[in-house]
Every structure is written in structure tokens, then in C-alpha cells.
């Protein structure tokens, strides 16, 4: 049996009509939507649910617990059998999870259920839907893009669903009846259709017919491994959902006392400004990728140090207004950061290694989400205006390291 992996299957359908790269954007939209509709729900569990704050946290690390082998398996597998199957599976798995959400009413254990599933959607849509629009953002497909429109597409797609599915659930829970099932009816209401469009969505990769190594094999990602991704890519990266998780799951905290029962509301007024303001910076990340600097990834975390800044002098003065302030900054941050970095790996890849790498770069942007339990673990025995401090700290350090390090690794060789 051969050893090697074939070469990069060709196109199945080539179109260069339209926008192709739409059917897979929807994908990832409505498995961002199911992936964050929960964030704004926690204070309710709490409150109408009478779960403790362990359990909510246990809520959580079910939904990680899925999303990692979704990020790493399903980059390997969408490059054995294809994209779209592997999308349409996620859009199903994320459609499953709402319905098995709407369970929750009677229990833990249906919320456990579909937050691993919800994990497992939105993993396989990180890593193979940002692949999918990359390669549907370029010739033969769509001749007249640039070259970081798949980046941009795919990030946008993404981000939209998580502010839009964290908007309308926390929305529905504040002010709509039945709070623990309406939010996730929306959802099953949105992505429904889209479930029965993806099967006309053009696939970029034939499935593998030749001998090839065993997909274990495949999930072997050498890129990981370029001197530019790990002294680049790596620091910025556990930053981008770290700077969300302190937005719009520690701020609500800090200041939650003084909203009464408007907490609520201001949570999911969080969550929105942090991924809505993501979302407007992201078209703008493209002007300051480039090929002889990490000029994006600095300007990211530049806002990650001034937006953490304002986090912990809000945690002193407890202000909702500085909040809000926190996460505008924080979400330029997340979008500038995370375009910029699918922008770095999509140039030191091969078409073969990029569902991959792709997985590997969300899984360790997710490692950041961990912080804000990082945090709640440590506050018996810090202030989080001290603990916020220095993680304001850590992040001018991690800005030192990257400004050095992309000055030291060759444009060209970042781009092999």
C-alpha cells in the first residue's frame, strides 16, 4: 500500500459563475449561530434552572470536549471524503444539538448531549468550512477574488453567527416566552433550510479513490511546525477567543451586580458589540496583512493589551459603560487577530495541509476561551482587578514576542 497521500484531488464541479462560496459561508453561519446561542443563556440556567456555577462550567467543557475532535479529525477526514459531506454533517449535528437543547427543561443531561454536539458542529465548521470558502474564493471558482477573500469570507461567516445566534437567543430569553426552548427554535428554524441547500454546493474535493496512508496518519500536521506559525501565529493565537471569553463572560460578572434584572440583557449587549464590532474590523484586516510583516497580528494585539487595560480598571471601578468600552476593543481584537492569522497559515500551507493546519489554529484560538475559568478558579485568592493586570501584562509580552520573532523569520520562507 502506498504511504504517500495522493496528490490534491482537482475540483469536482469548477464554476466561475456566481458566488459558490456562498452555500459554504450559510454552513458556517448557522453552525456559529448554534455555537454561541448558549454563551448569553448562562445567567438564565442559573437563575430559572437552580444550576450551580460548577454545573454551568460543566455545561461549557462539554461543548470543548467536542469541538476539539471536530477541529482535528475533520480538517483529515473532509480532505479523505470531501467537504461538503463533511458540512453537511456538521450543519446536521448542530441541528440535532438545538433540538436535544430544547430538552433541557427536564435535566442536565440533555444540555450535556447537546453541547457535545454543538462542539462537534462548530469544530468541523471551523476547520473545514474555512478551508471550503478559501477554495471557493479562488480560480476556477471565483477568478475575480482576491487573494485573503476566503480568509475574510469564511471569519465573517463565522463571526456573524455567533453574534447574531447570541443577539436573537439572549433576546428571546430576556423578553420571550418559554426562555429555555424559544432561543434554540429560532435556531432549527434558521439552519433547516440551509441543511436541505448544501447538497447543491459546489465540492472542491474529489473524494480519495487511490491507496492512501491511514487517515491516523493524516491527522500528522507538519505545518504546525513552521518556524513562522510557532513563533507567530502560536502567541497571537489562544488570544482571540480569550479576548471574547473576558468581553462577554467575565465583564457581565464584574458589573452584574449593579444591573439587577437587566443582567441579562447587558450580557448578551456584550456579546453583540464584541462580535458585531469583530465583524465590521475584519474587511479591514486584508489592508494590513503583509507579506514582509506581521502587521495584522501586532495591530491585533495592540487592541488585546489597551482592551484588557480598560477590562481591569473596570473590574476596580465597576462600570457598565467601561465595559462596553472593553469590548469594542477587545472585539476589533478577536476580528483583526483571527483573520490575520488564517491569512499567515494560508501562506505557508499546500492545498493538502490546510484543513488541517486550520484545525490546529482554531483549536489553540479556543485554548483562550479556558481563561475566563482560569480566572473564576484563581479569584479567592487575587482581585480580578490584579488578576486582569496581568493578563494585560502577559499580552504586551506576547506583542514583544511577535514583533521580534516576524522580524526574524524571511518573508520568503513564510510563504513556502
Known amino acids: ?5 495522493p496528490p490534491s484531488a482537482g475540483p469536482v464541479a469548477p464554476s466561475g459563475r456566481g458566488r459558490p462560496w456562498l452555500l459554504a459561508a450559510l454552513a458556517m453561519f448557522c453552525c456559529g449561530w448554534g455555537g454561541n446561542q448558549f454563551t448569553p443563556l448562562l445567567l438564565m440556567y442559573r437563575h430559572l434552572g437552580g444550576y450551580s456555577e460548577v454545573t454551568v462550567d460543566a455545561f461549557l467543557g462539554a461543548y470543548v470536549l467536542g469541538l476539539v475532535p471536530g477541529l482535528l479529525v475533520g480538517g483529515a477526514a473532509s480532505d479523505r471524503y470531501g467537504r461538503r459531506p463533511l458540512m453537511i454533517g456538521a450543519v446536521a449535528a448542530s441541528l440535532a444539538a438545538s433540538g436535544v437543547l430544547c430538552g433541557g427543561v427536564t435535566g442536565e443531561l440533555p444540555i450535556y448531549a447537546g453541547r457535545f454536539l454543538t462542539g462537534i458542529a462548530v469544530g468541523i465548521a471551523m476547520a473545514v468550512g474555512t478551508s471550503w470558502v478559501k477554495e471557493l474564493s479562488q480560480a476556477p471558482h471565483d477568478p475575480a477574488a482576491d487573494q ?10 463565522l463571526t456573524l453567527g455567533f453574534g447574531l445566534g447570541a443577539g436573537v437567543a439572549g433576546v428571546l430569553a430576556q423578553w420571550g416566552p418559554w426562555p429555555m426552548v424559544t432561543p434554540y427554535l429560532a435556531h432549527l428554524l434558521v439552519t433547516l433550510p440551509a441543511l436541505f441547500l448544501l447538497p447543491k454546493a459546489v465540492e472542491t474535493r474529489a473524494r480519495a479513490t487511490a491507496a492512501v496512508r491511514g487517515l491516523w496518519a493524516d491527522l500528522k500536521v507538519p505545518a504546525a511546525g513552521h518556524r513562522r506559525f510557532v513563533r507567530v501565529v502560536l502567541p497571537m493565537a489562544p488570544w482571540v477567543f480569550g479576548s471574547a471569553g473576558v468581553a462577554y463572560a467575565v465583564t457581565p460578572q464584574l458589573v452584574g451586580d449593579r444591573l439587577g434584572h437587566w443582567s441579562l440583557a447587558y450580557a448578551t449587549l456584550l456579546t453583540v458589540l464584541t462580535l458585531g464590532t469583530g465583524a465590521l474590523v475584519q474587511p479591514f484586516a486584508k489592508r494590513l496583512d503583509s507579506l514582509s510583516s506581521a502587521r495584522g497580528v501586532i495591530v491585533s494585539m495592540v487592541l488585546m493589551a489597551c482592551g484588557m487595560a480598560v477590562c481591569a480598571a473596570d473590574a476596580a471601578l465597576r462600570s457598565p459603560l467601561l465595559g462596553l468600552a472593553g469590548a469594542v476593543l477587545l472585539g476589533a481584537a478577536y476580528g483583526i487577530g483571527v483573520v490575520s492569522g488564517l491569512l499567515e497559515i494560508q501562506r505557508i500551507v499546500t492545498p493538502d495541509d490546510l484543513a488541517g493546519i486550520t484545525g490546529v489554529y482554531y483549536a489553540l484560538c479556543y485554548s483562550g ?16 482587578t490584579v488578576m486582569l493586570s496581568v493578563v494585560t501584562a502577559l499580552a504586551l509580552a506576547s506583542l514583544a514576542v511577535i514583533t ?8 520568503a520562507e513564510a510563504s513556502r
Open 1 to 5: 500500500m502506498s504511504t504517500t497521500r
Open 404 to 411: 521580534l520573532s516576524s522580524r526574524r523569520t524571511a518573508p
Open 369 to 384: 476561551f479556558l481563561l475566563p475559568a482560569v480566572l473564576a478558579a484563581l479569584s479567592s485568592l487575587a482581585s480580578y
Open 148 to 157: 485573503g477573500a476566503g480568509a475574510r469570507r469564511a471569519s465573517l461567516a
